[in-house]
Structures are given as C-alpha cells and as structure tokens.
C-alpha cells in the first residue's frame, strides 16, 4: 500500500544456500489496519495519475465499485 506511508526496508539479494549471521531478532505484535475511504475526487485523481480509464469510461468504473 504504498499511498499508506508505511515505512519500507530494503532487502538484499541472497543466493541458494547463502549463510546470513543474525544479528538480532525480536518478536512485534502488532494490528493491521484498512487504508481509509477514498473520496470519489481522490479516487478519480488516483486513477487519473495510474492511467486507470479515461475521461468518458470514469464514471462507469466508479459506478462498478460502488456497485460491488
């Protein structure tokens, strides 16, 4: 979810069979949560900017989410 803001690490790459030294590890509990609504300007603007429909076959795509 990367308009949530999350925060990302970077993984390297391994190899098969590549030993890893662990440093340190520790268990996090923690909750996830669903991003908030959308409203149906944010929506469009996301579409707009990812190139989902256009112009004229907007409103029928948002007709179809609000439907499902």
Known sequence: MTWHGGQDLEIPEFKVNEE?????????E???QA??????????????KNGIGTDA????????????
């Open 20 to 28: 890893v030294p662990v440093c340190q590890n520790k268990i996090i």
């Open 30 to 32: 923690g909750v996830t």
């Open 35 to 48: 991003p908030g609504f959308l409203t149906e300007a944010n929506l469009i603007a996301k579409m707009e």
């Open 57 to 68: 076959s907007i409103a029928t795509h948002i007709t179809n989410i609000i439907a499902r």
